[in-house]
């Protein structure tokens, strides 16, 4: 009785159904299919939003209730009913969880329509609209590889393992010379090919490695600070291209464009240690294909400067922060080199991402703070900071342009 009163309730153009027991979920759904309405779910975490008037929802509100869903949807499927599947939570260990995710995947409708609810009384397909594919890997130091729709980039490549990975002059700690340099993680497996760019901040000995200099191919598209293209680490590479400080180069593919800019940034504090460094380039990568944007501001080694607010003024909205800390040469002879937990929260604070993945902290022995400061000193700001072990890969959501 209780199933057929809610049915009813359905039927007679509600919107919103919520089944809040196992049973009346499966019931429902193989009833609302049944009688040509659409069957949804969607995680309790942020609910469904607000109905469109056309389509009728069905909302399960317990872990158990996905298994009965998704097997409603695969009989409806069976007897070629439409339906749609959406999730706004993070999938879960829970088995029926992940037996509904595959039934989105494989019964996703054919259409390039932008809608996400399909009417049956409609014969026009509707599909789930798709976002260019960004993802994260952190390879441990400075190094990260970068897929943002179809292009692929590798940056400041350390590939050496073991308890001297490489050698330091000047260790930035204790101002030693020839100083070892200890790998503290496992270099992770990946793909060195292809790719279309590798970025180089600049080229000290904890940013380019031997092993990265004898592996990329000798053809690969590289991009490095003007005054470093000419380096005889870099001369056995073809097509390297020189970016100063605001220059840009521009990659475009089949109606995707990524827009690089060299950015400024201050290895130290100190005036005379920073033009003793030489110079670093920070980097914006902004990807657009169509109406879908990302804007990614990758810092390089650098301290707080004040100019930090101009690249925010400059760049606009900025969806990915990408941070090298460190804190490396903090309480050393030449002082601070990279940010440490303080700083990076100021950077933030100036530029306002939407997201924050630090780098250049752990993997090597010259690495002086952990990153749990940075993670304490953002304990009350949950999903800003997302920090990866090496060789993790995350996944990030472009922004759609109004």
């Not at 659409?38 to 399960?60: E, F, I, M, Q």
């Not at 470093?228 to 593919?253: C, H, M, T, Y």
């Not at 993945?357 to 990153?371: G, K, L, M, N, R």
């Amino acid at each position: 009785m209780k199933h057929f009163i809610a049915f009813l309730f359905l039927l007679l153009n509600g919107n919103l159904l919520l089944a809040q027991h196992y049973a009346p979920a499966e019931a429902l759904a193989i009833a609302c299919g049944s009688f040509g309405k659409t069957v949804a779910y969607a995680s309790v975490d942020h609910g469904l939003g607000k109905p469109n008037g056309r389509d009728r929802y069905l909302k399960a509100e317990n872990g158990k209730n996905r298994m009965f869903v998704s097997r409603a949807a695969f009989l409806l499927y069976m007897l070629e009913q439409d339906w749609a599947f959406v999730s706004t939570a993070n999938e879960t260990a829970d088995n029926s969880w992940s037996d509904s995710l595959l039934f989105r995947r494989r019964i996703q409708p054919k259409s390039d329509d932008s809608s996400i609810f399909k009417n049956t009384t409609d014969t026009t397909h509707k599909t789930i609209p798709m976002h260019p594919m960004i993802n994260f890997t952190w390879v441990g130091g400075p190094t990260f590889l970068l897929q943002i729709g179809s292009f692929r980039l590798l940056s400041d490549p350390m590939l050496a393992e073991g308890p001297v990975a490489f050698y330091m002059n000047g260790h930035p700690a204790t101002g030693e010379d020839n100083a070892p340099i200890t790998r503290a993680a496992p270099l992770p497996a990946i793909d060195l090919q292809p790719l279309d760019l590798v970025l180089i901040s600049h080229l000290h000995s904890d940013h380019f490695d031997r092993v990265a200099q004898e592996k990329l191919l000798k053809e690969v598209a590289l991009v490095a600070p003007a005054d470093q293209i000419d380096s005889p680490k870099l001369q056995a590479f073809k097509n390297r291209e020189p970016l100063g400080w605001w220059q840009e180069k521009v990659l475009e593919r089949n109606g995707e464009v990524l827009r690089l800019v060299a950015l400024p940034a201050n290895h130290s504090h100190d005036q005379v240690t920073n033009k003793d460094l030489g110079v670093v380039n920070g980097y914006a990568l902004q990807y657009s294909k169509g109406s879908d944007a990302y804007t990614i501001y990758w810092t390089g080694d650098t301290v707080w400067f004040d100019e930090i607010k101009e690249i925010k003024e400059r760049l606009g909205r900025i969806d990915l922060l990408v941070p090298h800390m460190g804190a490396v040469g903090k309480n050393g002879p030449w002082g601070l080199m990279t940010l440490d937990s303080e700083e990076a929260v100021k950077v933030m604070e100036a530029v306002q991402p939407g997201l924050v993945i630090p780098v250049h902290h752990h993997t090597f022995s010259h690495y002086t703070e952990p990153i749990s400061l940075l993670q304490k000193k953002l304990a009350n700001r949950p999903g800003v900071l997302r920090v990866l072990q090496e060789g993790q890969t995350t996944a990030l959501q472009a922004h759609t342009n109004q």
